[in-house]
């Protein structure tokens, strides 16, 4: 049964690794933390690799998806590799359309009315919000949300551990996306450990979300 945007989050980690022969540890300190899902982006060479080491590895409960989906054969790379769900920074008709005749899940970037509209009309009704410190953060989304009232937003760019839960606690965001639990450094690093523990000490306070 494939994955829906529904399914995703509440917190999905963006991945930016080097090594793919790390992939598997990180994807298995989050979900010791946790957090059962991995966006892991193309941004680097070892992304591909990194997904199908991770989908490879059948963590029960864990999605693997791809960002920084930037092309159609992004798009069919990462569905080979094993990708569940496929994000992109900005708002691409053609590779929307893809991935939903594809039936794929797929999370858009958007940082304008005008994009959210493309969005509605391409058939999609949530959206990752990028760069979401740098648009405003979360007034910028309420002020969307008004009168985009069946649309929802998932922050994504300067989300933290202290701004998360004031981002969630929106009615309009179903989940937030950020690097803090995993940062590049700590996968190079082989900071497994740290991944598990920046994972729980979050997922713990999910449940006080407002
Ligand atoms: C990104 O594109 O890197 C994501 O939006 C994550 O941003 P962050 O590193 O600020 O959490």
Redesign the pocket.
């Known amino acids: 049964m494939p994955i829906t945007v529904d399914d995703v989050g509440p917190v999905i980690p963006?991945v930016?690794i080097d090594e793919a022969s790390r992939a598997g540890d990180v994807a298995l300190a989050l979900a010791d933390g946790g957090i059962y899902f991995a966006e892991v982006?193309l941004r680097t060479d070892a992304g591909l690799g990194a997904i199908a080491a991770i989908a490879d590895l059948n963590i029960p409960g864990f999605t693997v998806g791809a960002?920084t989906v930037l092309s159609r054969d992004d798009l069919e790379r990462s569905l080979a590799a094993g990708a569940q769900f496929i994000v992109s920074?900005g708002f691409d008709d053609d590779l929307v359309s893809r991935a939903l005749d594809a039936g794929v899940a797929v999370l858009p970037g958007v940082a304008t009315a005008t994009e959210v509209q493309r969005a509605i009309a391409a058939g999609v009704d949530t959206v990752k919000f990028?760069?979401a410190d740098r648009l405003g953060g979360l007034p910028t989304i309420a002020a969307l949300a008004a009168p985009f009232r069946h649309t929802r937003f998932v922050p994504?760019?300067?989300?933290t551990a202290e701004n998360a839960l004031e981002y969630l606690g929106h009615a309009a965001v179903p989940a937030v996306?950020?690097?803090?639990m995993v940062t590049r450094e700590m996968i190079s690093g082989g900071d497994f450990a740290g991944i598990t523990r920046v994972s729980q000490e979050f997922t713990s306070r999910l449940g006080t979300r407002p």
């Open positions: 963006v930016v982006t960002g920074p990028f760069p994504s760019g300067g989300v996306s950020g690097s803090w």
